[in-house]
């Protein structure tokens, strides 16, 4: 975290941190999420000295969050259906589209 962060900030960061974590992130991505989002959020709230102009007008990272989860309009992507196939060794996975995916799970 950058000097002079306040501790809603510094608090911010660890459970960003924790979350990515407990998701099976590595703990150098899981600090480069963290530290990513809240330095957006930051410049997004005017707490920082300069802030890139897609910072500012793109979608809040809290609105953003889950939007491309399981339960999203579309369901889980291409690479999460690929790694459950993996899991299951079902053969010829690598070479499914989504939607073979997503049959071969028995997710129709």
Do not use: C, F
Not at 6 to 29: C, F, P, T
Not at 60 to 72: I, L, M, T, Y
């Amino acid at each position: 975290m950058p000097r002079g962060s306040s501790a809603k900030r510094e608090r911010q960061y660890e459970h960003i941190k924790e979350s990515a974590l407990d998701r099976g992130e590595s703990k150098d991505r899981a600090e480069e999420i963290a530290a990513r989002t809240v330095n957006k959020e930051r410049a997004r709230a005017g707490e920082s000295k300069t802030a890139s102009r897609t910072s500012i007008q793109d979608m809040s990272s809290s609105k953003r969050g889950g939007q491309r989860s399981h339960s999203g309009a579309q369901g889980p992507t291409k690479e999460q259906l690929y790694n459950e196939a993996k899991q299951k060794n079902i053969e010829g996975r690598s070479h499914m589209n989504k939607a073979e995916l997503k049959r071969a799970l028995g997710r129709s």
